[in-house]
């Protein structure tokens, strides 16, 4: 594979990693510092919003780019690095080596990093499922919230935030077919019709949460590192509705800068 062929394949396996707890990914949130790709040798830098993220949710994102761009048929060896982080040195050691989350922290990991991942995958689900039940509410002014319950995801418009919830769903093992009720617990299990206000209320406190994190993580972001900017994707989370405003061009300026 050609270098360019490869720098751009990289470029789109890194839009399948997201950060955890802001359910975005680190190409749109400006994440990736930069790209190299000749030979089959990819090396990738990250940056995030300040020196103290979270040690696991790093470790996490890096290492999920790591076996996204393994896995690249071009790619013959691949390097990411952490940079600019209390632990940096700790997790690219322990990327370099492929040991693994318990192998890189030792008794410092406290629980497994797939308990983790379900954890925000879930909230990823209930956020999404909020945005797609709330634009329905917006759209059917007729359409009463205790009436949710009886709204299947074959009710819902082919929009966006209808396609993010069924990705999140498929996450989780959740049913997808048009006829699966679309207000469920993490189980998939719909409410009670007298529960459903409150249920609605609880999710929209978890969507509202992580556009919140991730509005602030952007603007930590862009103050910590004023070039990244122009890698940041605009945010539109609410269907017509962006919450961030970023350059429209994003995709075309991280692409001619990551080389």
């Not at 955890?20 to 089959?40: H, K, M, N, Q, Y």
């Not at 071009?74 to 700790?90: I, N």
């Not at 406190?205 to 919140?212: K, L, N, Q």
């Amino acid at each position: 594979m050609r270098a360019a062929q490869l720098r751009a394949a990289a470029l789109c396996a890194l839009d399948a990693v997201y950060d955890p707890e802001l359910d975005e990914p680190i190409t749109d949130l400006g994440f990736v510092r930069s790209l190299t790709a000749d030979d089959g040798r990819i090396t990738v830098h990250l940056r995030l919003p300040t020196s103290f993220c979270s040690p696991n949710f790093a470790y996490l994102m890096a290492s999920d780019a790591k076996d996204a761009l393994a896995a690249l048929p071009g790619a013959r060896e691949v390097t990411v690095l952490l940079d600019d982080h209390h632990d940096s040195d700790l997790i690219n050691r322990g990327l370099a080596a492929d040991a693994g989350y318990r192998g890189t922290f030792g008794h410092e990991a406290e629980r497994d990093l797939e308990e983790l991942r379900e954890i925000f995958r879930r909230k990823a689900h209930t956020a999404a499922m909020e945005r797609a039940l709330t634009a329905l509410l917006r759209a059917r002014p007729d359409l009463a919230e205790e009436r949710l319950g009886e709204v299947v995801l074959g009710d819902l418009p082919d929009t966006a935030a209808t396609r993010a919830l069924l990705r999140r769903r498929a996450a989780l093992g959740l049913g997808t077919g048009r006829t699966e009720p679309a207000l469920v617990d993490d189980d998939g299990r719909p409410f009670p019709p007298g529960e459903i206000p409150l249920r609605l209320r609880f999710a929209r406190s978890v969507r509202i949460s992580i556009d919140g994190n991730a509005h602030f993580c952007r603007g930590l972001l862009r103050t910590r590192y004023p070039d990244s900017a122009a890698d940041q994707a605009p945010r539109s989370r609410d269907e017509g509705n962006p919450v961030d405003a970023a350059p429209a061009a994003h995709r075309t300026t991280i692409r001619e800068n990551i080389a």
